[in-house]
């Protein structure tokens, strides 16, 4: 029996929401935890499933505010490191009057990107189901280094990968530097989860999700989901000579802020698989099932402000699907 379903590396942070305007006229922000890998580790374990975060902030209360909140919600902290270096990483969160979002980081390049991995408990890499990574932690070092040498610790001890490449063009060196890098992690991958616009940005404006899928599962991958936004999801699995695909419809709710929407919902699907003895020894009828809650998930999500705060437990998301 692993100790935990998931453990999660990669960029933890505070968002900045935007909440109002002050008496002068002056824009209010409110403070919350963020980080696309430790919102996905947060929504599993505000579910009741077991989980760990790794990652690094800085020597300050922003630091401190990351683990208080991390820990309400019964995430493993252990290895979340500290760094003089750099302090802990701020992203500016404005909202469209959809509750679509747009960032302004600092991040130059943050304390985020200081994870050792030599300092690395490596016991939390191989007791989990599922090791859970993103694309933001290849943009400088030693982030970078210590992702691709968790992930290879973690494949090493027969752990299941899981990939986000969550695509943030503010952070990186240009397109092509970025699509190389976020492309590479796929050949590692074994569950992956991108966007319909990560689809079109990576492969084409032309594609359509099954070729994209295809494009996906040709470098490896098992399991991949596409996120459509309020039209739900489209998932395809394929597995030696199992094939499944199709698209599971999302739920009609007032959209307030969508920060976390995708997060909270690969959160979802990995509580549901890491719950199984065998994680891909499923049928189709249950896969779908499972893409519905990750689609319950992620609405009860955008229905309030935050992504962490936002997270929804176990009795909101069946109360939901019922």
């Known amino acids: 029996m692993k100790k935990n379903h998931l453990v999660a590396l990669g960029e933890i942070l505070i968002d900045f929401t935007f909440n109002g305007k002050s008496p002068d006229g002056n824009n209010l922000y409110q403070e919350n935890t963020g980080g696309a890998p430790a919102n996905c580790v947060s929504c599993l374990c505000k579910l009741g499933g077991k989980g760990a975060f790794i990652g690094c902030t800085g020597k300050d209360s922003f630091g401190e505010d990351v683990r208080k909140t991390l820990k309400s919600i019964n995430v493993d902290t252990k290895e979340i490191q500290y760094t003089e270096s750099q302090h802990t990483t701020l992203a500016f969160v404005t909202l469209s009057e959809t509750g679509e979002r747009s960032f302004s980081f600092c991040r130059n390049p943050g304390a985020d990107t200081q994870i050792d991995f030599d300092t690395i408990d490596k016991s939390c890499l191989e007791d989990t189901k599922i090791f859970h990574i993103g694309s933001l932690s290849l943009t400088d070092e030693p982030a970078a280094t210590c992702t691709i040498k968790a992930i290879e610790k973690a494949k090493k001890a027969g752990v299941l990968i899981s990939y986000d490449p969550n695509w943030r063009e503010a952070l990186w060196k240009g397109k092509k530097d970025a699509f190389e890098k976020i492309k590479s992690l796929f050949n590692y991958a074994d569950i992956v989860k ?26 490896g991958v098992r399991l991949v989901f596409i996120t459509l936004g309020k039209d739900g999801a489209f998932y395809s699995y394929k597995n030696k000579d199992i094939e499944y695909s199709g698209i599971v419809k999302g739920f009609d709710v007032k959209t307030v802020d969508t920060t976390g929407a995708g997060d909270s919902f690969f959160g979802g699907i990995l509580y549901c698989l890491t719950r199984r003895n065998d994680i891909f020894d499923f049928d189709e009828k249950t896969l779908a099932e499972y893409v519905r809650f990750g689609n319950a998930v992620a609405a009860l999500c955008v229905s309030k402000k935050g992504a962490i705060p936002a997270l929804p437990d176990i009795e909101e998301v069946k109360s939901l699907l019922k």
């Open 194 to 219: 991108v966007s319909d616009e990560e689809v079109f940005l990576l492969y084409g404006k032309n594609i359509d999700y099954k070729e994209g899928a295809e494009k996906i599962h040709s470098q």
